[in-house]
């Protein structure tokens, strides 16, 4: 089974977002050389807890520091920019490193009304993501998956730069109808477990049953590829485990109450919910209660890797992409260390 990582560049409290990107830019180094399968970059705006608005340009440093790992975007909010544009940019990057850029496009629109009108001033309507599907197939065209119909407005309209290949091109949703439409138009898919639980059994079996191949001019017909991201809290002990995550339960406790701030620390965790709730473990396997779909896995290494594969079994995937927000950073480079080890995971050659 392929791991990869997805980052969503968070902001610890008592941090910066300058710092947030170095520890993004470190994290996938690492990632690199422990050999995991994709590093992908998220894109947030007018966050105070997340540093990444401009996944294209996080890619292009993280490519100029790894040496295999495939880098991409996880994803862009394509309702928002111009296909052409998008396209030309993640052109250049797979001109400079061909074979490894992914270009993972998204369709969420921003609660915050202000960054999305500022995002799409020139829109009637700026919340609209009604035309998100219209615009992935035209960015696929640009990309060269795709012809134009003769007589269309950009019908030999030849993106720059002309080069073999192209990205490739993944659709990100957390819900049934996103699966099913990307399935359709026979495009690779990625399930955000973490965000949508409750969907995500549906979703990816409805996304295999429905898919419809896709053939490119001059290549083979596509299969049905799909990853499914999960969050993950590793560490030594389980103790450990349930510290790393009482952070990331207070910042969910927080915005469910729609207060938005950094990453908390799990002392301040400890402080606002009680010991009992902050540190209260996630009930295994034989416990009532426990939910084999939950979106976090929380343990030790044997412990995360047992509920990890258990999902991937049931569900029939061969590639997990997992994520977190851990508040210290040094915990959270442990914790992609310990699971490369469980899951065995061959190390890259680090760049000289």
Same mark, same amino acid.
């Given at each position: 089974?392929?791991?990869?990582?997805?980052?969503?560049?968070?902001?610890?409290?008592?941090?910066?977002?300058?710092?947030?990107?170095?520890?993004?830019?470190?994290?996938?180094?690492?990632?690199?050389?422990?050999?995991?399968?994709?590093?992908?970059?998220?894109?947030?705006?007018?966050?105070?807890?997340?540093?990444?608005?401009?996944?294209?340009?996080?890619?292009?440093?993280?490519?100029?520091?790894?040496?295999?790992?495939?880098?991409?975007? *996880?994803?862009?909010?394509?309702?928002?920019?111009?296909?052409?544009?998008? %396209? =030309? &940019?993640?052109?250049?990057?797979? #001109? /400079?490193?061909?074979?490894?850029?992914?270009?993972?496009?998204?369709?969420?629109?921003?609660?915050?009304?202000?960054?999305?009108?500022?995002?799409?001033?020139?829109?009637?309507?700026?919340?609209?993501?009604?035309?998100?599907?219209?615009?992935?197939?035209?960015?696929?065209?640009?990309?060269?998956?795709?012809?134009?119909?003769?007589?269309?407005?950009?019908?030999?309209?030849?993106?720059?730069?002309?080069?073999?290949?192209?990205?490739?091109?993944?659709?990100?949703?957390?819900?049934?109808?996103?699966?099913?439409?990307?399935?359709?138009?026979?495009?690779?898919?990625?399930?955000?477990?973490?965000?949508?639980?409750?969907?995500?059994?549906?979703?990816?079996?409805?996304?295999?049953?429905?898919?419809?191949?896709?053939?490119?001019?001059?290549?083979?017909? *596509?299969?049905?590829?799909?990853?499914?991201?999960?969050?993950?809290?590793? %560490? =030594? &002990?389980?103790?450990?485990?349930? #510290? /790393?995550?009482?952070?990331?339960?207070?910042?969910?406790?927080?915005?469910?109450?729609?207060?938005?701030?950094?990453?908390?620390?799990?002392?301040?965790?400890?402080?606002?919910?009680?010991?009992?709730?902050?540190?209260?473990?996630?009930?295994?396997?034989?416990?009532?209660?426990?939910?084999?779909?939950?979106?976090?896995?929380?343990?030790?290494?044997?412990?995360?890797?047992?509920?990890?594969?258990?999902?991937?079994?049931?569900?029939?995937?061969?590639?997990?992409?997992?994520?977190?927000?851990?508040?210290?950073?040094?915990?959270?480079?442990?914790?992609?260390?310990?699971?490369?080890?469980?899951?065995?995971?061959?190390?890259?050659?680090?760049?000289?």
């Amino acid at each position: 089974m392929h791991l990869s990582v997805i980052d969503q560049s968070p902001v610890p409290e008592g941090s910066t977002p300058a710092e947030a990107l170095e520890n993004t830019l470190e994290l996938a180094t690492l990632a690199d050389r422990l050999g995991y399968h994709r590093y992908w970059v998220a894109e947030h705006h007018a966050s105070p807890f997340q540093a990444g608005p401009a996944p294209e340009i996080m890619v292009g440093q993280i490519l100029a520091r790894t040496t295999g790992i495939r880098v991409g975007s *996880g994803g862009v909010l394509l309702p928002y920019y111009s296909p052409f544009k998008v %396209a =030309e &940019t993640f052109r250049v990057l797979h #001109a /400079l490193y061909p074979d490894r850029v992914d270009l993972g496009l998204g369709r969420a629109h921003l609660s915050r009304e202000p960054a999305v009108r500022a995002l799409r001033r020139d829109a009637a309507d700026p919340t609209a993501t009604h035309d998100f599907l219209d615009k992935v197939q035209e960015l696929r065209a640009f990309l060269g998956g795709d012809e134009f119909p003769a007589g269309h407005t950009y019908a030999g309209l030849r993106p720059s730069p002309e080069t073999p290949g192209r990205p490739d091109l993944w659709v990100l949703g957390a819900s049934t109808s996103s699966a099913v439409a990307t399935a359709r138009l026979g495009l690779p898919y990625a399930y955000a477990h973490f965000l949508g639980p409750d969907q995500t059994v549906e979703a990816v079996r409805r996304y295999h049953e429905e898919f419809v191949a896709h053939t490119a001019p001059g290549e083979p017909a *596509g299969k049905p590829r799909a990853i499914l991201g999960i969050g993950v809290y590793c %560490a =030594e &002990t389980q103790e450990e485990a349930n #510290a /790393l995550f009482s952070g990331h339960r207070l910042f969910r406790h927080r915005m469910e109450r729609g207060v938005m701030g950094p990453v908390p620390s799990p002392r301040q965790a400890i402080e606002e919910l009680g010991e009992d709730v902050a540190l209260a473990p996630d009930p295994g396997p034989g416990h009532e209660g426990h939910d084999p779909y939950v979106r976090n896995a929380v343990g030790t290494p044997e412990q995360v890797h047992a509920r990890i594969s258990e999902l991937a079994d049931t569900l029939g995937v061969d590639e997990v992409i997992v994520i977190n927000s851990i508040h210290d950073h040094k915990a959270r480079m442990r914790c992609y260390e310990l699971l490369a080890e469980v899951f065995g995971l061959q190390p890259r050659a680090a760049r000289r």
